[in-house]
Nanobody, 125 residues
Framework: QVQLVESGGGLVQAGGSLRLSCKAS????????MAWFRQAPGKEREFVASISRGGVNTYYADSVKGRFTISRDNAKNMMYLQMSNLKPEDTAVYYCAADRIVMTVVTVPTHVDSWGQGTQVTVAS
């Protein structure tokens, strides 16, 4: 099972940008579909974006479409989430996820193979 470690979270003003990174180890990174989920206080964990094994296909939640960009570098075992025009409602813990099937907005988080420990993103108004 692959191990995942996120980084890059922090405090940013509304309208600002952040780039999250996810480092994978302990498995063959290129066989995994990858995704970002987030969880705000008192809310369920929700899908944000996902990317296919080769990086060609991407999927986004409607709430982040046009503002967030997911990417991956299989040579470096890395995945990224570039977040722009951030809004206070984007405040959450962001989690990196890996699975052997594609993840989308209908994916049940408890069914996902591997999770990182999460990184906090706080957007101040």
């Amino acid at each position: 099972q692959v191990q995942l470690v996120e980084s890059g979270g922090g405090l940013v003003q509304a309208g600002g940008s952040l780039r999250l990174s996810c480092k994978a180890s302990g498995g063959t990174f290129s066989v995994y579909y990858m995704a970002w989920f987030r969880q705000a206080p008192g809310k369920e964990r929700e899908f944000v974006a996902s990317i296919s094994r080769g990086g060609v296909n991407t999927y986004y939640a409607d709430s982040v479409k046009g503002r967030f960009t997911i990417s991956r570098d299989n040579a470096k075992n890395m995945m990224y989430l570039q977040m722009s025009n951030l809004k206070p409602e984007d405040t959450a813990v962001y989690y990196c996820a890996a699975d052997r099937i594609v993840m989308t907005v209908v994916t049940v988080p408890t069914h996902v193979d591997s999770w990182g420990q999460g990184t906090q993103v706080t957007v101040a108004s």
